[in-house]
């Protein structure tokens, strides 16, 4: 099994356990004060991780490309911005039903993956998001 797929199989199913964690935490909670904690601590575990691997020093590297600190920032931003989103609509609505409804974020990844840069799918591929896209319909309207 390629080494992306095992990382893409373990997103997936860290992923899951967000959604399944964060309902439980959400109960009587506010939800973007919750999503700021948990923000917090993702990034106290992932500055951990970067001493743990030795690359502290690779920091000055990315504050001085601008141009990738930019793109860093507004990823940033866009994920915290999926994360207030994601956990306001399991604060009220069933996971069962959100969880499959943002995988929508895989179809707009790939249609915008195509649009700038230039990716090409093949018949199977893009049959495959047809069919993601069909399901999250199916849920949504279920």
Avoid at 75 to 95: D, P, Q, T
Avoid at 102 to 109: C, H, I
Avoid at 115 to 140: P, Q
Wanted: hydrophobic share 65%; proline share 1%; no cysteine.
């Amino acid at each position: 099994m390629s080494t992306w797929l095992i990382y893409a199989l373990l997103s997936a199913l860290t992923a899951a356990l967000v959604a399944i964690f964060g309902k439980i935490g959400l109960q009587n909670l506010d939800a973007n004060t919750a999503t700021a904690i948990r923000a917090v601590i993702m990034a106290l575990f992932l500055v951990g991780v970067v001493i743990v691997q030795g690359k502290l020093n690779l920091i000055s590297e990315i504050l001085a490309n601008r141009k990738a600190l930019l793109f860093i920032l507004l990823s940033g931003i866009a994920g915290a911005l999926s994360w207030l989103f994601y956990f306001l609509a399991i604060k009220h609505g069933n996971v069962s039903r959100v969880a499959p409804i943002d995988k929508l974020s895989v179809v707009f990844a790939v249609i915008l993956a195509v649009i700038l840069f230039s990716e090409k799918n093949s018949l199977v591929a893009v049959t495959g998001i047809t069919l993601i896209n069909i399901g999250v319909l199916m849920v949504a309207l279920g």
